[in-house]
């Protein structure tokens, strides 16, 4: 079992950026994939990055040409490098690993980091 640690996440202004990491205590190579999720106050938690193991890359449309995950697998951790970050940006951020199962798929967590942005 696998376990996520996030860190990065802090307080910004709007316009700003900031590097969120995620270390994971083992390997990461055979994960189908490695994502990054957020939940804001009231709202549902949402994807907004995911990379697989085949280096395919997805982004919610909000984030488009201004985040971008990158996956080391030699080093075990996950990316999201956050640039001209609005406060829509604002909440709780999450690392996933996506494990492949016989039927469907197992998610491994971080605790979260906090990012807040302000106007």
């Known amino acids: 079992q696998v376990q996520l640690v996030e860190s990065g996440g802090g307080l910004v202004r709007a316009g700003g950026s900031l590097r969120l990491s995620c270390a994971a205590s083992?390997?990461?190579?055979?994960?189908?994939?490695m994502a990054w999720y957020r939940q804001a106050p009231g709202k549902q938690r949402e994807l907004v990055a995911r990379?697989?193991?085949?280096?395919?890359?997805t982004y919610i449309d909000s984030v488009k040409g201004r985040f971008t995950i990158s996956r080391d697998n030699a080093k075990n951790t996950v990316a999201l490098q956050m640039n001209s970050l609005k406060p829509d940006d604002t909440a709780v951020y999450y690392c996933?690993?996506?494990?492949?199962?016989?039927?469907?798929?197992?998610?491994?967590w971080g605790q979260g980091t906090q990012v807040t942005v302000s106007s």
């Open positions: 996933a690993a996506e494990e492949r199962r016989f039927v469907g798929f197992y998610y491994y």
């Open positions: 083992g390997s990461i190579f055979s994960f189908n994939a």
């Open positions: 990379v697989t193991s085949g280096g395919s890359i």
